[in-house]
């Protein structure tokens, strides 16, 4: 069935990089990958799932503000992936990152993988 892998979380130092990858495969987002959006929320001790990016089937992107200039998405749908690039991270970047896909008025969801930032 479908099926969200991410993987690329861990711990970084405030200012350093980590990229996520999310594999998507199976059931409908395999075969319809290509007019659907994908993107990453995250979540923090405490907080809301907030989105992180995204970006939809004909590259729009949107992104929260606070990692505007900061990450990059960017989705090769031939591989079923999305990535996000991390630069500059901060603290409050601490949280469960999860990919997402959202088509045909569902959503589905990774298992999520954890990026802390810490001294």
């Known amino acids: 069935q479908v099926q969200l892998v991410e993987s690329g979380g861990g711990l970084a130092q405030p200012g350093g990089s980590l990229r996520l990858s999310c594999v998507a495969s199976?059931?409908?987002?395999?075969?319809?990958?290509?007019?659907?959006?994908m993107g990453w929320y995250r979540q923090a001790p405490g907080q809301q799932r907030e989105l992180v990016a995204s970006m939809d089937s004909v590259g729009r992107t949107m992104y929260e503000d606070s990692v505007k200039g900061r990450f990059t998405i960017s989705r090769e749908n031939a591989k079923n992936t999305v990535y996000l690039q991390m630069n500059s991270l901060k603290p409050e970047d601490t949280a469960v990152y999860y990919c997402?896909?959202?088509?045909?008025?569902?959503?589905?969801w990774g298992q999520g993988t954890q990026v802390t930032v810490s001294s």
């Open positions: 199976g059931g409908i987002v395999g075969t319809y990958i290509n007019i659907m959006t």
């Open positions: 997402n896909v959202y088509g045909l008025n569902r959503n589905y």
